[in-house]
Structures are given as structure tokens and as C-alpha cells.
């Protein structure tokens, strides 16, 4: 197993930025795709951005791209999530997971390929 933990959700301004970690335990975290998915309330959970296992190639939503930024530091064994110009439709709880499998490309779009979810972080975006 992967264990994951988000953070560094919180509330900011319409026009403002969140930095998201997910911090992953185990030896094997750098041979593993990660996503990053969010979930608003009454919706269903959908794909914001994904990585590969290096940090060479990556997939962004298109109600993200040019706006959010995925990143990871394998000697932290940590990944990152930029968010800049925040909007309110941006308001959800933002979770990460690894590939079901490893070094697999190209880059998985559904939830349905990724497992050991962390247990989420609330960001809050105010008009």
C-alpha cells in the first residue's frame, strides 16, 4: 500500500492560490503515476490534473489547464498542486491517488484507475 496525505486546503478569494501537497509513504512511490481529483457537493468526483512517475509528462482538465499546476519532488516523496486564479466552481474536496499500476502510460483520466486515495482536503474558493 500507498498511504497518502492531502494538504493545504483552505478558503481564498476568487483570483487567489492554494498550494496542495499529497505526501505518500513507501519505498516504491516514485515508480507510480499520481491524480489529483475533486469532489463538489452533490457531484460526482472528476479528474483536475495527473503526473507520471518521473514528472515528465502530465494531464491537466480542461477547466484547470493554464490555471493549475501538478508537480512532485520524488525525493520528498510529495506531489503538488498549484492553484492560481481560483474561482468559486473551484470549491470541492481535492483528493489524491495512485496509478493502480506502475510506470503505465499513458496517463489514466478516471478515478476508476487509481487506488490508495488520501482522505482529502476542503478548498473553498469565495466570490
Known amino acids: 500500500q500507498v498511504p497518502l496525505v492531502e494538504s493545504g486546503g483552505g478558503t481564498a478569494q476568487a483570483g487567489g492560490s492554494l498550494r496542495l501537497s499529497c505526501a505518500a509513504s513507501g519505498r516504491t512511490f516514485s515508480s507510480y503515476n499520481v491524480g489529483w481529483f475533486r469532489q463538489a457537493p452533490g457531484k460526482e468526483r472528476e479528474f483536475v490534473a495527473a503526473?507520471?512517475?518521473?514528472?515528465?509528462?502530465?494531464v491537466y482538465a480542461e477547466t484547470v489547464r493554464g490555471r493549475f499546476t501538478i508537480s512532485r519532488d520524488n525525493a520528498k516523496n510529495t506531489v503538488y498542486l498549484q492553484m492560481n486564479s481560483l474561482k468559486p466552481e473551484d470549491t470541492a474536496i481535492y483528493y489524491c491517488?495512485?496509478?493502480?499500476?506502475?510506470?503505465?502510460?499513458?496517463?489514466?483520466?478516471?478515478?476508476?484507475?487509481?487506488?490508495?486515495w488520501g482522505q482529502g482536503t476542503q478548498v473553498t474558493v469565495s466570490s
Open positions: 503526473i507520471n512517475w518521473s514528472g515528465a509528462t502530465t
Open positions: 491517488a495512485v496509478d493502480r499500476f506502475l510506470l503505465r502510460l499513458p496517463l489514466q483520466l478516471s478515478p476508476e484507475e487509481y487506488v490508495y
